[in-house]
């Protein structure tokens, strides 16, 4: 059985709603994993809010290009777990 990733799409539904907001017309509840944040309603300035976040409370850092090129939640999750040493939880 696989192990649930460290950090998810709950803790990003989570971030960003802190961060950002949500936008009333998208239901973050829903799937969004490949949806584009742009679709979603997150310009640039709140996804480096969301990254901000991330990087705060995970004790990471995120690389400002990658994090850039990032284009749906998926991706974003990817990008973070990548940073995350092994077994890490908060």
């Known amino acids: 059985m696989p192990t649930a990733s460290p950090f998810g799409v709950d803790d990003l539904r989570r971030i960003l709603r802190e961060g950002a ?24 300035i709140a996804l480096l809010e969301t990254g901000s976040r991330i990087e ?15 284009r749906t939640p998926r991706a974003l999750i990817d990008l973070v777990n990548e940073q995350l040493p092994t ?4």
């Open 21 to 44: 907001g949500a936008d009333e017309a998208v239901d973050l509840d829903n799937d969004i994993l490949d949806r584009r944040f742009d679709e979603l309603g997150y310009e640039s």
């Open 56 to 70: 705060r409370e995970y004790g990471i850092r995120l690389d400002d290009e990658a994090l850039g090129e990032v």
């Open 87 to 90: 077994g890490r939880t908060r």
